[in-house]
């Protein structure tokens, strides 16, 4: 059967912008978890300087990138990761999208990628891309099921995706259990940590904190330093695993641009500019938060991450999205795009500036 690629999930969202375009100054666009906030200056000025431009880039990471990536691990996590254990991807979204097909060339007797339940959708898209079975994981109390995973789906799992804090739903899991659920079965967990920085329940944390042996853990300069124009990221941890994805990826020829890599190490030996972001997207969600319960729409203060996960008793997601679009310009995400077991959400990204938010808020409050 020939593949025929469903529309992008962002692209169903055109109804829910010209309801909200009725109001003066247009949709006010939550749906997109882009950033909006200014990049550190110092990354620009080393960007523009265009160091290394001339030749090819390496394609696991110069030691500078990789140098500053694992510093910045150590530091963060309380690790003693070494460059060697780590290597550049660009952006993660190509990492998560490709990774379960390599991950099959290496061991072709197993087909399947498990994945939450709600979540990212490229979790899934990485399955369908290369010809393999994607199965869903429940979430019950909050934590990927594990011992719901049915016995038969393990022995073909190529990998287990973990993601905390989540998105959409800023849950944070419980890495130390995957990791052990995965070495159990000798099936690699990666745990896609790209929101690690905006943890509000304790402090960040990483899977390699429970061992390398086994898993990666995947992290991207997009979230954590506003740059998701640059494409850069890493994965690092289980040496095997690293050195298999760093060979296989150099042949394919996934290469970070080298004035990027030069910029991105400045962003990871810097972690004044990630406090202050902390505290935009801390302020951006409570603010919120506090006006959509006014309204009788449920959106707690999630653990992780720059979401709120919300709900209106009586409603699916898409009627609170549109109802959300009519009252205050706002457009979400409804949370279906994350997984049948999303349908009654919605997904607000804190990802416009403070005062398009406080005007959403102020038009929530007086409706
Ligand atoms: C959970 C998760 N993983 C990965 C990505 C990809 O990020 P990037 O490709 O910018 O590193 C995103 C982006 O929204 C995400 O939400």
């Known amino acids: 059967m020939s593949f025929s690629p469903p529309p992008y999930p962002y692209e169903r969202l ?3 912008k010209k309801l909200a375009d009725t109001h003066d100054g247009g949709p006010i ?7 909006v906030d200014a990049p550190p200056a110092a990354v620009l000025e080393e960007l523009a300087k265009g160091t290394g431009a001339r030749g090819y880039p390496t394609s696991q990471g110069s030691p500078e990138y990789r140098a500053s990536v694992a510093a910045w691990m150590n530091r963060r996590f309380g690790l003693s990761l070494s460059s060697n254990d780590l290597a550049a991807c660009i952006g993660t979204k190509e990492f998560v999208g490709n990774v379960a097909g390599y991950l099959h060339l290496r061991s072709p007797e197993r087909d399947t990628v498990l994945y939450p339940s709600i979540s990212y959708p490229t979790y899934a898209m990485g399955a369908t891309l290369s010809g393999l079975r994607s199965v869903p994981v429940a979430i019950t109390n909050g934590k990927l ?8 789906d393990a022995e073909r799992a190529l990998v287990l995706w973990a993601n905390s804090p989540s998105n959409p739903t800023g849950l944070l899991d419980d890495l130390e259990r995957a990791a052990s659920w995965g070495r159990q079965r000798g099936v690699p967990v990666v745990s896609d940590e790209c929101y690690a920085e905006f943890t509000w329940a304790g402090r960040p944390r990483s899977i390699l904190e429970h061992g390398l042996d086994g898993v990666l853990a995947l992290h991207s300069i997009s979230k954590r330093s506003n740059l998701a124009g640059l494409r850069a990221g890493f994965y690092a941890g289980d040496e095997t695993l690293v050195s298999y994805l760093r060979s296989v990826r150099q042949h394919a020829g996934f290469m970070v641009a080298a004035p990027v890599q030069a ?20 302020s951006r969600l409570t603010m919120m938060s506090e006006a959509l319960r006014s309204v009788g729409v449920d959106a707690p203060m999630p653990e992780g991450a720059f979401y709120l996960w919300c709900s209106k008793s009586g409603m699916d997601g898409w009627e609170l999205a549109a109802l959300l679009a009519e009252k205050c310009a706002l457009v979400v995400s409804p949370g279906e795009l994350y997984g049948d077991d999303g349908a009654n959400f919605v997904r607000i990204a804190m990802v416009q500036p403070d005062e398009r938010l406080e005007l959403a808020a102020e038009r929530l409050r007086a409706s």
Do not use: F, K, M
């Open 263 to 282: 910029a991105v190490a400045v962003a990871y030996n810097d972690d004044e500019h990630v406090n202050a972001q902390r505290e935009r997207y801390r």
């Open 145 to 152: 099921d594990l011992d719901a995973i049915d016995p038969n």
């Open 29 to 35: 666009d939550c749906s997109i978890g882009t950033p």
């Open 14 to 16: 055109d109804v829910l």
